[in-house]
């Protein structure tokens, strides 16, 4: 757990360097069932919640409502398929996601890796494009896997470039989940987002994420 302290004393003193800092809330809820052995179904909803912004408030930002399609090409590939529809302070905005992924188990460690390719349309605003890279470790805190009723860390850094804002992002995500069955899962934890990386002033978001995980059959 030293390393969990560090990683967040880390977070909190470079969201206080940098100026234009958000902070909130976000909770989503993702459903899973499988339609064949090789392709998955997988449907989610997630809200924004601003905490802070240039100073304490309570604001609902938006709502993400997606629908994945995901294809297994090798035993541990995968290929996803899917669409984004976003309702953010009266604007809609659909995305378009293909994204490329690989898991390795590494003694009782679980390293996935993600590339994708993402398309944002809004009316009367240009296509935007966007390319992301995420690596993401996961590792039970008691054995060599995660079973019913206990506990694992995960830890996620993530890589985002938009085309055509020429806006470059990172983020480092620690969490702590717990497995309630072979059917559902709970993980909570932080979302650090450092953006605009080209530009000055920085951009920066800390968010305190809260997902439930349940796989439908």
């Known amino acids: 757990m030293k390393q ?49 912004k240039d100073n304490f408030q309570f604001t609902h930002n938006l709502v993400d409502v997606s629908t994945i399609f995901s294809v297994k090409t090798d035993l541990n590939q995968s290929i996803n398929l899917g669409y984004i529809i976003r309702f953010k302070e009266g604007e809609t905005i659909h995305r378009f996601l293909q994204h490329f992924n690989v898991v390795q188990q590494l003694n009782g460690i679980k390293l996935a890796h993600r590339l994708g390719m993402e398309q944002f349309y809004q009316s009367k605003v240009s296509p935007q494009y966007r390319t992301r890279y995420r690596a993401t470790l996961q590792k039970p805190l008691s054995g060599e ?20 804002q020429e806006d470059f992002e990172v983020r480092l995500s620690p969490y702590l989940g717990y497995q ?6 709970v993980e909570l934890g932080l979302d650090y987002r450092l953006g605009k990386l080209l530009d000055t002033p920085k951009k920066n978001s800390l968010w305190f994420r809260a997902t439930w995980y349940i796989v439908i059959d």
């Open 4 to 52: 969990i302290s560090i990683l967040l004393l880390f977070v909190s003193l470079v969201s206080h360097a940098q100026s234009n800092f958000t902070g909130g809330f976000l909770p989503k809820i993702n459903l899973s069932t499988k339609l064949s052995a090789k392709t998955k179904w997988v449907n989610s909803i997630e809200a924004r919640e601003v905490i802070y």
């Open 145 to 164: 896997k995660v079973d019913d009723n206990e506990w694992y860390f995960k830890l996620s850094n993530e890589y985002l470039y938009q085309f055509n």
């Open 180 to 185: 309630l069955s072979k059917k559902e899962k």
